[in-house]
């Protein structure tokens, strides 16, 4: 029988190396939605080739582009942030694939948990946000929440068996564009030095976030709510070859790791037949290419945006939302040119600094602190503008 999935940001790098996965094994999965933000050409071909129940275009302005594309052709057409948390919850759903940018994969989960749906989840800012809700939620339903981060998705497959309490939790990171760049030389880095990403192949913003190792600090919030462990047995290890995707040490002293070549097919398709492993078309690991697999502490000091994140999930409540708001404004307004590299961390921690934390928030209080942490990082920005 054929796995039903709807891919959200199915436009994205994780959307469209899930639909290669698909196209791999036709036999066992029917795509039923796909939804986009603005790449609305990608959309249609990706429609015209999967042939889903419906696509969605949230940008509402770009809906007569895609309907008029697809008239010829049985699949029905959306428009608007509603239309895809909608489809996301549709009755011929099996497993809703997360891959929505930044804060906009938040309300989608949370209704396909409610419908029932399974969430293999690669937006980590939905974790992030609003972790401890969600994560009640997906209890209350009986849903699983099966990662797709690399990272992550390398825990869960460390912990597949397993019944023994978690020790430690060990992340690894590849340390980024900017490992072993001076701290001096930070202030002077550029968009394009920053999207040099040494290993993976990724989306602007989260290759951004891999320089700030910003992305690590998200990580270490995502872990703390999937697998239940506290930040202090959550640690980050610099590890350039990312051969080692990720380690779980056990109370016996016992360590085990998932390693493998970086890719994101393999954590996107052991998300979508898990329990199964089938076979995937990427380069195996030859250790041969790799006589040393190195580990190193973070530098805290370099990468401040870690430091912030842990700072975050300590202080709970509505902070890591705070945060998570004030860095997508700010990578934002690095990518446009309109912040240099350093101000990314200045804005963050300011925002942070000036908004109301709230400590028991409801769904209604991360909506509201998301809307008024961009306001006053927008503020921020503005006046950081001055300052330059």
């Known amino acids: ?21 698909v196209a791999e094994h036709p036999d ?10 603005n790449n609305a050409e990608l959309l249609v071909r990706q429609a015209i080739e999967f042939q889903p129940d419906a696509v969605v275009i ?41 891959a929505l940018l930044g804060y906009s994969g938040l309300m989608p989960t949370i209704r ?3 419908a029932g749906k399974l969430i293999a989840l690669a937006n980590k800012e939905t974790l992030v946000v609003a972790g401890e809700l969600v994560m009640s939620l997906a209890a209350q339903y009986g849903v699983p929440v099966i990662p797709v981060d690399s990272e992550h998705s390398a825990i869960f497959q460390c912990l597949s068996g397993e019944y ?14 900017f490992l072993n760049l001076p701290e001096e030389k930070l202030a002077y880095v550029t968009r394009d030095e920053a999207l040099k990403h040494p290993r993976w192949d ?50 016996d002293g016992a360590i085990k790791a998932q390693l493998g070549e970086p890719s994101m097919k393999i954590p996107i398709q052991y998300a979508l037949t898990y329990p199964d492993r089938l076979e995937c078309r990427v380069k195996r690991v030859d250790f041969a290419d790799y006589p040393a697999l190195t580990f190193a502490e973070p530098d805290f000091k370099k990468f401040p945006c870690l430091d912030i994140a842990y700072k975050a999930l300590r202080a709970g409540g509505t902070a ?25 961390y200045a804005l963050i921690s300011e925002t942070m600094e000036t908004t109301a934390r709230i400590s028991k928030p409801s769904l209604n209080d991360y909506a509201e602190t998301d809307a008024v942490s961009r306001r006053n990082a927008m503020k921020i920005l503005s006046e950081l503008r001055t300052k330059s």
């Open 1 to 21: 029988m054929q796995k039903r999935i709807a891919i959200l940001g199915s436009t994205g790098s994780i959307g469209t190396q899930a639909l290669e996965v």
């Open 28 to 37: 066992l999965f029917s795509v039923e939605a796909l939804t986009a933000n």
């Open 58 to 98: 949230a940008n509402e302005s770009l809906y007569g582009q895609v309907s008029d594309s697809l008239r010829d052709y049985p699949v029905k057409v959306y428009a608007g942030n509603d239309a895809v948390e909608q489809v996301a919850a549709q009755g011929s759903i099996d497993t809703a694939l997360i």
């Open 112 to 114: 396909a948990i409610k």
């Open 164 to 177: 023994s309490p978690i020790d430690r939790i060990y992340l690894t990171a590849s340390g980024g564009p």
């Open 202 to 251: 990724m989306g602007a913003k989260i290759t951004v976030d891999s320089a700030t190792m910003m992305n690590k600090g998200f990580e270490v919030i995502e872990a703390h709510w999937l697998f239940s462990t506290p930040e202090c047995d959550i640690k980050v290890l610099v590890h350039p070859q990312s051969i080692i995707h990720s380690m779980v040490q056990f109370r």
């Open 320 to 344: 890591p939302c705070i945060m998570n708001a004030a860095n997508e404004i700010a990578v934002q307004a690095f990518l446009n040119g309109e912040l240099k590299y350093p101000g990314i």
